[in-house]
């Protein structure tokens, strides 16, 4: 499986040219396109500014020598390539598995060319298998959790050490699982407008490109 995390971030750097502002995904398969920019900088000289999407980015992309900028610095992001938790055949995905679904939403937003990477397990035929992550403010975070319960949510808080996970935002997240969703969009909207929540883990319409790694070797779709 690392292996064709491999394959996927590395055929995603292959976009990446100079003079570029890159959006930097988290996540075992970002990791690799990470990885494989830093080489470039250090070994061909590509120069291009970073704009990450997590803490644990920030200190990949620093230790690899890659320039940074803040988001709140930059207009347009030329390119982003993050990974994703599952992906459906209308380019629909549940992201925030690896707990920065706000940054990686925040940083894909203004985004021109917004790339997944993933491999071939990753692409379903209906989201909802993978809990979807909802992160909310610590505040009215309990009150949120027994709306969702009674809802049939069947939803569960992410945890670290035997504690409440906290995001680098400083906000919790409640793992939905739900099984199926029916209708991403709507139930997508349906959680934004709820009082307390921050943002959820459905990228709706937002990626161009899919890069998808498996035993037949890497598939580009496109959206």
Same mark, same amino acid.
């Given at each position: 499986?690392?292996?064709?995390?491999?394959?996927?971030?590395?055929?995603?750097?292959?976009?990446?040219? %100079?003079?570029?502002?890159?959006?930097?995904?988290?996540?075992?398969?970002?990791?690799?396109?990470? #990885?494989?920019?830093?080489?470039?900088?250090?070994?061909?000289?590509?120069?291009?500014?970073?704009?990450?999407?997590?803490?644990?980015?920030?200190?990949?992309?620093?230790?690899?020598?890659?320039?940074?900028?803040?988001?709140? !610095?930059?207009?347009?992001?030329?390119?982003?390539?993050?990974?994703? %938790?599952?992906?459906?055949?209308?380019?629909?995905?549940?992201?925030?598995?690896?707990?920065?679904?706000?940054? #990686?939403?925040?940083?894909?937003?203004?985004?021109?060319?917004?790339?997944?990477?993933?491999?071939?397990?990753?692409?379903?035929?209906?989201?909802?298998?993978?809990?979807?992550?909802?992160?909310?403010?610590?505040?009215?975070? !309990?009150?949120?959790?027994?709306?969702?319960?009674?809802?049939?949510?069947?939803?569960?808080?992410?945890?670290?050490?035997?504690?409440?996970?906290?995001?680098?935002?400083?906000?919790?997240?409640?793992?939905?699982?739900?099984?199926?969703?029916? %209708?991403?969009?709507?139930?997508?909207?349906?959680?934004?407008?709820?009082?307390?929540?921050?943002?959820?883990?459905?990228?709706?319409?937002?990626?161009?490109?899919?890069?998808?790694?498996?035993?037949?070797?890497?598939?580009?779709?496109?959206?």
């Amino acid at each position: 499986m690392e292996a064709l995390k491999k394959l996927a971030g590395l055929k995603a750097a292959e976009y990446v040219t %100079d003079g570029m502002i890159v959006g930097l995904g988290t996540g075992s398969t970002a990791y690799y396109f990470v #990885e494989e920019l830093g080489r470039r900088v250090n070994e061909e000289g590509l120069s291009i500014i970073g704009v990450t999407t997590s803490s644990q980015t920030t200190k990949q992309a620093e230790s690899l020598g890659i320039p940074l900028k803040a988001v709140d !610095d930059i207009d347009i992001i030329d390119l982003t390539v993050d990974g994703a %938790d599952e992906v459906d055949p209308q380019f629909n995905g549940i992201k925030g598995g690896g707990g920065a679904l706000l940054m #990686e939403k925040i940083v894909a937003t203004p985004t021109k060319e917004y790339i997944w990477v993933v491999d071939e397990s990753k692409m379903v035929e209906q989201l909802g298998a993978f809990k979807l992550p909802v992160e909310v403010v610590q505040y009215g975070a !309990d009150r949120l959790f027994r709306y969702f319960e009674k809802e049939g949510f069947k939803p569960s808080y992410r945890q670290t050490d035997d504690q409440r996970f906290v995001t680098d935002m400083q906000n919790y997240i409640i793992d939905l699982d739900l099984g199926k969703i029916e %209708d991403p969009i709507g139930f997508g909207k349906q959680l934004k407008a709820m009082v307390g929540v921050v943002d959820h883990g459905l990228f709706n319409g937002m990626v161009n490109k899919v890069i998808v790694a498996g035993q037949d070797g890497v598939k580009v779709l496109e959206a």
